[in-house]
Nanobody, 116 residues
Framework: QVQLVESGGGLVQPGGSLRLSCAAS????????MKWYRQAPGKERELVAA????????NYADSVKGRFTISRDNAKNTVYLQMNSLKPEDTAVYYC?????????WGQGTQVTVSS
């Protein structure tokens, strides 16, 4: 059974940091590119960050460049999103995504709220 389980979300003050994790199981993790998306209330889901299968290539939305870092540990079947200098506009549900050609898996999401 394929599972992507996000964790690490929560409430944080502006300027704070959080580290999201996404634990994968049920498929060959190292064969999948991994992405983090987010969806704020009333908005469309948007791509936040992506990482290649071996981790050598990363890509970020302009809104998070320099603040967020995506990484992966293929030995642990886990992808991470380190989020620093958080802003209220980063408030959203964050989703983990795995893709290999036409095969796509999604996690259930974890809530991140940035508020004082």
């Amino acid at each position: 059974q394929v599972q992507l389980v996000e964790s690490g979300g929560g409430l944080v003050q502006p300027g704070g940091s959080l580290r999201l994790s996404c634990a994968a199981s049920g498929f060959t993790f190292s064969s999948y590119a991994m992405k983090w998306y987010r969806q704020a209330p009333g908005k469309e889901r948007e791509l936040v960050a992506a990482i290649s299968r071996a981790g050598g290539l990363t890509n970020y939305a302009d809104s998070v460049k320099g603040r967020f870092t995506i990484s992966r540990d293929n030995a642990k079947n886990t992808v991470y999103l380190q989020m620093n200098s958080l802003k209220p506009e980063d408030t959203a549900v964050y989703y983990c995504n795995a893709r290999n050609l036409d095969v796509v898996y999604w996690g259930q999401g974890t809530q991140v709220t940035v508020s004082s």
